[in-house]
Structure formats: C-alpha cells, structure tokens
C-alpha cells in the first residue's frame, strides 16, 4: 500500500531532550516536506526537500533540523526541544518537485513538550 | 505571507451549495486544495496550475485567477461527509518549492 508512515504518532518529552520524528514514504517520490498544525494557524511548513541532499527552509525552519541521506526518509530532529514546539506535525511527500501533483501526507506526530 | 481563506467557517444543510475563496498577496504557480477530518491527516481535492490544467475530485470543482491571485473551491450539492476543514496551499517558486497554507475554513454539513 501507498503510504507515508511518521513515528512515534505520539510523543511527550520535556524541555532540552534531543527527540527524532521519522518519516519514510514507499512511493518513490522525489519531494518531501515537514509541516506543524496548530489551531487556527493551519500548516506552517518547516522544511522540505526536493531531492537526496537537497533541503530547504519553509516558513517556520528555526529550532528544527532534517535530512536526506536516502530518498524515502525525512527525518525531523529537535535539537533542544521547548514548550513552544509542542504541536501536530505532518510529514508529506509528492512525485512532483514542480508543485503540480498532490502531496500525500503522513497520519500526524502529536509532540508535547513539557 | 500566509493566503487568506473566507469564509473561516460556514454551515450548510444537506444539499447546499458553498463557495470558499483563497486569495494571495503573491504570484501563485500553482493553488492546491485538501480537506481534514478532525484527528486525520489533510487529503486532496484539487490542484489547479498556472494556464488552466486542473487535476482533482470529479464532483469538486475549482477556479484559479492567475491575475488575481485567487482561488474558489465549489462545493455543490454538499453532503454529511463533506464537513470538515479546507485549506488551500498556494505554491511559490523560489528556486525550490515553498507551499505555504491558508489558516482554513471549517465546513459543518448538516441533515
């Protein structure tokens, strides 16, 4: 099956504790992205990449890190998490690096930083 | 900057009509349309490109004013499980692919 799968799904932690979200996606898409939800901002993009080594800031980059050593992964790492990165984060990915085809999101992170 | 949708919400009964509106303070490529159940991921309805291509849901329809900078979603005929919220995603190409949200416009379909 088509998919793009995120773990953990939920995650607490506290303040300053190095976490990793993965991303992988089994459709050999070339882009991929990271967004965060929180109510009534929408999806803020944080980074994306349009192909294997090949990243880039969105919107909200800052207190975030990624990388794209294989083509399915994306991994999102928090460093340093703080209270103020606790929110609904989706992975994406689409086979378009042209933004003319769909992007296929994961199930949703739920991260709570105490 | 981030495109405003309107209405932020609206309720309808079975079988109405809605129009949600996108409009863009920057050249678009290219405007894409999901709509997300509470606790789901966002799925796809609609992707509408610069000189007319659009791909998307048959029963959904969409219009891009390139000049303008807009975009409507047209919901017709609406049914229970087209509640939900819809964002649109307007695309900027700044070498890469930037996809910035529009903050939403929930939608409550009732019987």
């Known amino acids: 099956e088509a998919q793009v799968t995120q773990n953990p799904r939920y995650l607490i932690t506290v303040t300053g504790k190095k976490l990793t979200v993965t991303c992988s996606q089994n459709?050999?898409?070339?882009?991929m992205s990271w967004y965060r939800q929180d109510p009534g901002l929408g999806l803020r993009q944080i980074y994306y990449?349009?192909?294997?080594?090949?990243?880039d800031k969105g919107d909200v980059p800052e207190g975030y890190k990624v990388s794209r050593k294989e083509k399915r992964n994306f991994p999102l790492i928090l460093e340093s998490p703080s209270p103020n990165q606790t929110s609904l984060y989706f992975c994406?990915?689409?086979?378009?690096?042209?933004?003319?085809?769909?992007?296929?999101f994961g199930p949703g992170t739920r991260l709570t930083v105490l | 900057q981030q495109p405003v949708q309107s209405p932020q919400a609206v309720i309808l009964r079975e079988g109405e009509d809605a129009v949600i509106n996108c409009s863009s303070s920057k050249a678009l490529y290219s405007v894409h349309w999901y709509r997300q159940k509470h606790g789901e991921a966002p799925v796809f309805l609609m992707i509408l490109l610069k000189g007319g291509e659009q791909k998307g849901h048959e029963k959904i329809s969409a219009s891009f004013n390139e000049k303008k900078q807009q975009s409507s979603l047209y919901l017709t005929a609406s049914q229970l499980s087209y509640s939900g919220t819809y964002f649109c995603g307007t695309l900027e190409n700044t070498g890469g692919f930037k996809t910035i949200f529009g903050a939403g416009t929930r939608l409550f379909v009732k019987a």
């Open positions: 994406a990915s689409s086979l378009s690096t042209a933004g003319t085809d769909t992007q296929y």
């Open positions: 990449s349009m192909n294997v080594e090949v990243t």
């Open positions: 459709m050999n898409h070339e882009y």
